[in-house]
């Protein structure tokens, strides 16, 4: 199989995060100090981001026994290292925004602190001071899931058993959709949470068009997109892909849309499934450890059709899309 191909069997995401040296206290109790793990903080305390910092990608997967590690293709840490979501930070800037930082801890073999990690869920910028307002230790794993979770947003039309093209909110559980691989099939459940549209919450847009979808789809960052080639033009070898909708932005045709608020919507059925959104193919979501924060109790037990059937052999790596014509490769490759 293509090294650009994902082979892995558990899901992973990557997260764009700081090292916490790159994130220090410039007034107040731990004057000096690099952000760290929830009981090292100190409320009030004024952070600012060093002037050459840089946001480098942090994947993040979970193993067998549902514990966080870093997963192949992360451009941080070391690879099969445990992960502790420690707290969510929240900070306030002058403008009286807050924003959340996921403080995150690798540890090594022996259970100590290799490394800590900050990973801002709206952006960060240098030279501005960042007052520390609130530590949550309990909702850490939460804003991990709901950043996990593959996502539409409200008003996009999805396909159903007979046809219809029918606004996802209007989707009640029992529906019954089109799936690629299964025909008809049963939501089994229906997710819904409102995000504040910024950062790593910040849809993307596919514009109409632009993978031949017959309206603007707008969809969560890592929600990825079935493509069917008909033709290879990015050279991932196979003819069925998966790929994240984030590995596409070109500023043009997909774009990332932030400001304001986001209704994000998710569909789950007994397996992990391709269904059609704005008449083109988009994945379900799927039951991992990293969404378990999200769901009702009975669904907290992996259902087995979805760890039998992941569509992850199908996911292609950001290193052949890094190309500003990436979507209109995949257009034409799909098109007859």
Not at 95 to 105: A, H, K, Q
Not at 153 to 167: D, F, L, S, V
Not at 238 to 255: C, I, P, S, W, Y
Request: hydrophobic share 40%.
């Amino acid at each position: 199989m293509s090294p650009q191909l994902h082979t892995s069997a558990h899901p992973s995401q990557s997260l764009p995060v700081y090292l916490a040296s790159m994130i220090r206290v410039t007034n107040g109790a731990n004057l000096g100090d690099g952000l760290s793990y929830s009981q090292e903080l100190v409320p009030d305390d004024v952070y600012a981001l060093n002037n050459d910092a840089d946001a480098q990608s942090l994947s993040l997967g979970a193993d067998e026994e549902g514990q966080f590690r870093i997963s192949d293709g992360s451009g941080l840490g070391t690879i099969g290292a445990r992960v502790f979501l420690d707290c969510v930070a929240t900070f306030m800037p002058p403008s009286g925004d807050t924003i959340e930082v996921l403080v995150l801890v690798e540890v090594d073999d022996d259970g100590n602190i290799a490394e800590i990690y900050g990973a801002p869920l709206a952006p960060l910028a240098p030279k501005t001071d960042y007052m520390l307002v609130g530590i949550d230790q309990e909702n850490a794993l939460t804003r991990l899931a709901q950043l996990a979770c593959v996502s539409f947003t409200r008003g996009t039309r999805i396909t159903t058993a007979t046809g219809e093209q029918k606004p996802i909110e209007d989707l009640r559980i029992g529906d019954r959709i089109l799936t690629r691989d299964d025909g008809p099939r049963e939501i089994r459940w229906i997710g819904h949470s409102t995000q504040r549209a910024v950062g790593e919450f910040a849809p993307i847009v596919i514009t109409a068009g632009a993978l031949n979808n017959t309206e603007d789809l707008k969809v969560s960052p890592d929600h990825r997109l079935f493509i069917y080639q008909r033709h290879d033009h990015i050279g991932a070898g196979r003819a069925e892909l998966m790929v994240k909708a984030r590995h596409l932005v070109n500023g043009d045709t997909v774009h990332v849309q932030e400001g304001g608020f986001v209704d994000y919507f998710q569909l789950m059925f007994d397996t992990h499934q391709i269904i059609f959104a704005e008449g083109i193919s988009a994945e379900t979501m799927q039951i991992d450890t990293r969404v378990h924060a999200v769901l009702p109790t009975e669904l907290k037990q992996n259902i087995p059709g979805h760890q039998r059937r992941q569509h992850q052999e199908y996911e292609v790596h950001k290193s052949l899309l890094d190309r500003p014509d990436a979507a209109a490769l995949l257009k034409r490759a799909s098109s007859k």
